[in-house]
C-alpha cells in the first residue's frame, strides 16, 4: 500500500486506537482507586488525579517489552491492515462499552487481544496466530488474579501479625498513610502494563504501512499519546465499576486495601517486566477477595466474584466475534 495514500486513514486509525486508550482508562480507573475511595481515605476527585498522575508517569519506570508483545506477539505483522487493526479495535471498543455500562470489571486487556485474535482469523485463518505469545497470555488470565490473590492474602496475614498488638485507632491510622503509596505503586503498575497494549497497536499499524522502516519500535511520540489518553480516561472515572470493586465483592478497611493494591502492583511489576500483557482487572479483584478471604470466607461475596469470572472468560471470545464481523463488513466493500 502506498504510504502517502493510507495517511489520512492512517490518523484516523491512531485517533481510535488512542479512544480505545481513553476507554481503557475509564474502564479501568476502578482498578487504581477501588480500594482507596471505598476505605475513605481520598475522595473520588481526588482519587482519580492521584492514579491519573501515576498513569501518565508508568513509563519512565518500565521498558516496553508489553507493546512488544501485543505488536508481533498475538497475530503475524505481516497480516496487519488498517482493516485488521480497525476491525480490532472496534471488537475491543464495543465490548468495553457494554462491559463499562453494566459496571462489570472485564478486562480491556483480554477485548484489545480478543479484537486482534478475530480480526486476524477473519483475514487468514489460523495461520496468522502467534501461538506461543497467546498461549503467554490466556495463561495469564488464570495466574494474574491467582498470583494476585495469594500475595495480598499472605499480605494481609503478615500485617495482622505484625500490628497484633496495636490498636485499631492506630492501625487504620498508619494504613491511611501507607495507602496513598500503595494506591500510587498500583497506578504505576497499571500505566505501565495496560498503556503499553495500545502503543503495540499503534506501532505494528506503523510498522505495517512502511513508517517504521526495516525493524519494529515504538516511537516515543506514541508513548507520549498513549500515556496521555489513558491517564485522561482515568480523570473521567468509572464510578460503577468502583462501587463494584470498593465494596460489593467485599467491605474494605485501609489495613486490607494497603495488602490488596500492594499484592496487585507486585503482580503488575512482575508481569510488565516480563512483557505478559495481564489483566489489571483480573488482577486487582483476586487481590480484594485475597484479603476478605483473609478476615474470613464469608466476607466475599462469592456469587458477585463468580460473575465476574464469568465475564472474564467471555471477553476474549466476545470480542474476537465483534471484530471479525466488523472484519468481514469491511472486506465486503
Known sequence: MDA???????????????????????????????????????????????????????FLFFGLHVAETL?????????????????????????????????????????????????????TGFSSIVWSGLSKTVGAIFLSPMIGFLLALFLMLAVAWIFVRQTPFAVDKTFRVLQFISASLYSLGHGGNDAQKTMGIIAVLLFSQGYLGPEFHVPFWVVISCQSAMALGTLFGGWKIVHTMGSKITKLNPMQGFCAETGGALTLFGATWLGIPVSTTHTITGAIIGVGAAKRTAAVRWGLAGNIVIAWFLTLPAAAIISATFYFVIAAF
Open 71 to 123: 505488536g508481533k506477539g498475538i497475530i503475524d505483522p505481516q497480516i496487519v491492515s488498517p482493516a485488521v487493526i480497525f476491525a480490532a479495535l472496534m471488537g475491543a471498543i464495543i465490548w468495553n462499552i457494554i462491559t463499562w455500562h453494566f459496571g462489570i470489571p472485564s478486562s480491556s486487556s483480554h477485548a484489545l487481544i480478543g479484537g486482534l485474535v478475530g480480526a486476524g482469523l477473519a483475514k
Open 4 to 58: 502517502t495514500l493510507a495517511l489520512p486513514l492512517l490518523i484516523a486509525l491512531i485517533g481510535i486506537a488512542l479512544f480505545f486508550d481513553f476507554l481503557n482508562g475509564l474502564h479501568d480507573a476502578a482498578n487504581s482507586i477501588a480500594t482507596i475511595v471505598s476505605t475513605r481515605v481520598l475522595r473520588p476527585q481526588y482519587a482519580v488525579a492521584w492514579a491519573a498522575f501515576f498513569n501518565f508517569i508508568a
